[in-house]
């Protein structure tokens, strides 16, 4: 049984550690940090590192499957640079560890899901109830735990098609 580390990157995000029927979220990990003048959160890529070798022993080997965020036309240059910056320290933190990291589209692994944003509902929302559905309050008591519900969602699609 091949043990899923699924992350839904960002500040606002989470990872899911999925070893059979045992699952594990944490928020992912953040600091503050100034830039250009302004106190901004980032990656904590040290407290990253600890919550990894904490969740995945330094014998074992996991499958590590982060979301695939593309920087898209029209989001502000600010945004795009955080976000592959974000990308890049999860990625780097994960290969210190030794553990390969796959990408997936939000496309790819909301399909499953019947995700898909409407007028009603964004897909955030549609994840939290999902996931609230398949494993109950208590991984994402709140709104804000959209992360989590991302996270968790992700893993279970990496258990049923990635292994």
Known sequence: MTLIVAVDPGVRGAIAFMHG????????????????????????PVALQKLIRARVPADETALVVMEDLNT??????????????????????????RLDVAFISP???????????????????????????????????????????DAILIARYAARNLV
């Open 21 to 44: 029927e045992s699952l594990k979220v944490d928020d992912m990990p953040i600091r503050q940090a100034m830039r250009t003048g302004k106190v901004k959160n980032e990656i904590d």
């Open 72 to 97: 898209f036309a029209g989001g502000s240059v600010q945004t795009m640079g955080s976000l592959e910056a974000t990308k890049a320290v999860i990625r780097t933190v994960m290969e210190l560890n």
């Open 107 to 149: 496309r790819a692994w909301q399909a499953t899901y019947g995700i898909k944003k409407t007028a009603a509902s964004n897909t955030k929302e549609q994840s939290l109830k999902i996931a609230r559905e398949l494993y109950g309050r208590d991984y994402c008591p709140l709104a804000k735990h959209d992360g989590r519900a």
